[in-house]
């Protein structure tokens, strides 16, 4: 979420569920991925609310080049910095970016989730790949301006 309190709306609304359908649980998998999978669908269903037009609106171009994660310059910044940094991506390029960094989910697994294509999801990681590591940059060329 874009800001503290929307996240906090979507964490409690979340623990609600968690508590409304525990009786759900069938003690099959693990319980911290059930619990993520109601976390994620929360915060998924509560974007779209948000937006009334189509979540992710661009699509994968086959042209884009894409960054190997071997290619990307490791660039030291602060972890509260790089975090505000991740929170001002627009919200398909961040939605995408956690759950490939942060969730370790395949392009397979958010394609579904988001209903969008694999292709999409990778063209959206690497945009927000390209827009952090241009902030990043600019600040640090700034610095040694």
Known sequence: MKNEDDAKDVFQEAFIIVFQ??????????????????????????LNKKRKESFFLDVFDPDTELIAEEELEI???SQEKLLEYIQDLPDQY???????????????????????????SKSNLNRAKKILQKRISSILNFKTA
């Open 21 to 46: 359908k525990i009786h759900q649980y069938k003690f099959k998998g693990s319980f911290e991925g059930w619990l993520k999978r109601i976390f994620i669908n929360k915060l998924i269903e509560t």
């Open 94 to 120: 961040r939605m995408v970016f956690n759950l490939y960094v942060f969730e370790k989910m395949k392009h397979k697994e958010i394609g579904d989730l988001l209903k969008i294509s694999e292709g999409t």
């Open 75 to 77: 660039i030291p910044i």
